[in-house]
């Protein structure tokens, strides 16, 4: 069913490219419901919609696309959900900002039954391919070490150096310095064993708790918020959620894009400028951002921690199924999930080591070529630094056919770019992102 020979894999690698992704990225389901509390919405409600969004998502993922790139609610679309309810200062609860999820999902299930989706994968150029791919390893980098306190916050530089003393920041080197040995050695499951390693260091000192009843049943304590489409059309013109509909349709529209496109390089998987099977593949976003709004929680999106699973050998849909039977187990052990992602130390490594590897796609820009180089420059700059994918992507995309024109190459630019080009100027100048 998931092709495994003809991919160059194995069931063990497939199961062990998938518990490194459910590592990587299992804090949302405790991360989301605190940043989506804030608006409101009950933590129960957001834990397990969290859950059923990204189960639907990665388990279409695997079985419709055959691809090892998981879904679940996206970091940055959660935040911005949340100030759009929190900004409104109590005249927008948080069931209508769902409606404008739910609208946009539709949408989006729309334009990817299309070949809309696919024309634009196609229409990027290859250096921009590569400088999206190069990006979010920077971007997933510096996330890593962000969050494991290596680098810290700084007043006047912005970032400077963490404190190297610090019991974190300690657990982080030593996973890091594991996981790169066992890189250098070529020993299978090096990611894997690197996070295991950590996980057993932080608990015998002490960074790793793990209190109470180990499980605890999930429920969603107000049922289905949002499920008729008219009423959630009129939810949307009532209070004049047009802009946070668009914003929400084309903030995950590249998210997504652009991960699957990075991952999808990393792997192999790109058949030339084309990515097989790219409808189905992206159905899986905007079905989960649809069922996820119903149930509770803000849009989906490609998760950027599936390329730890890909460097792993995670090559087909066997590694997203496994992906999608530790969330629906995650669902009845918060405790423990918890608990796991409350030590940024265990992932951290993985993050950085993956980004080390993605990096990589930058010798494959041409360089040589101001007009092709700069704007793929751009991309991985402005990704970390702006910790947003589409951001990048969106300067990527303004910069391009406005490098070709000067240059009199206009005709090499495919119509799509220049649409996108003035719907991301337009929403980097009027709309919150």
Avoid at 196 to 202: D, E, H, Y
Avoid at 218 to 239: K, R, T
Wanted: charged share 10%; with cysteine.
């Amino acid at each position: 069913m998931f092709q495994l020979e003809k991919n160059n894999t194995s069931i063990k690698t497939e199961l062990l490219a998938g518990m490194t992704t459910f590592l990587t990225m299992a804090y949302i389901v405790i991360v989301n419901p605190i940043i989506l509390s804030d608006a409101g919405v009950p933590f129960d409600q957001v834990f397990l919609a969290t859950i059923i969004a990204t189960v639907i998502g990665t388990l279409w993922m695997a079985l419709c696309a055959n691809y090892p790139i998981a879904i679940a609610p996206g970091m940055g679309l959660n935040a911005y959900f949340a100030s759009v309810v929190i900004g409104s200062d109590g005249s927008l609860d948080y069931t209508a900002a769902f409606s404008a999820v739910f609208v946009a999902g539709l949408l989006f299930i729309i334009l990817s039954l299309t070949s809309f989706r696919e024309k634009l994968i196609e229409s990027i150029p290859e250096n921009l391919k590569h400088g999206i791919t190069a990006g979010i390893g920077l971007f997933i980098a510096f996330l890593g070490l962000r969050l494991s306190g290596l680098v810290a916050s700084h007043e006047s530089t912005l970032v400077r150096l963490g404190d190297l003393t610090s019991p974190p920041v300690l657990l982080t080197l030593f996973g890091l310095i594991v996981t790169v040995i066992l890189m250098t050695l070529n020993v299978y499951g090096a990611i894997f064993i690197g996070m295991i390693a950590t996980g057993i260091v932080a608990f015998f000192t002490k960074q790793l708790h793990f209190e109470g009843a180990p499980w605890k049943v999930p429920h969603l304590p107000e049922g289905i918020l949002v499920w008729n489409p008219i009423q959630a059309v009129g939810d949307v013109i009532s209070h004049g959620l047009y802009g946070v509909v668009f914003a929400f349709l084309i903030v995950t529209l590249f998210d997504t894009t652009g991960t699957m496109i990075g991952v999808a390089k990393q792997a192999g998987l790109m058949k030339g400028k084309s990515l097989p099977r790219a409808r189905h593949a992206l159905l899986a976003d905007s079905i989960a951002a649809t069922a996820g709004a119903m149930v509770g929680t803000s849009p989906t999106s490609a998760y950027v921690e599936s390329s730890s699973g890909v460097a792993v050998g995670g090559r087909t849909g066997l590694t997203t199924l496994t992906v999608a039977i530790f969330f629906i187990i995650a669902a009845f052990f918060s405790p423990v999930v918890g608990a796991l992602s409350n030590v940024a130390a265990i992932t951290a490594p993985a993050l950085i080591i993956v980004g080390s590897l993605m990096i990589g796609a930058v010798k494959h820009i041409d360089w040589d070529s101001f007009d092709e180089a700069f704007p793929a420059f751009l991309v991985i700059l402005t990704m970390p630094l702006t910790s947003s994918i589409a951001t990048g992507i969106a300067l990527g995309f303004i910069t391009y056919p406005v490098l070709k024109v000067v240059k009199g190459k206009w005709r090499e630019v495919p119509l799509l770019l220049y649409f996108f080009a003035v719907l991301f100027a337009y929403q980097l100048l009027f709309l919150p992102h």
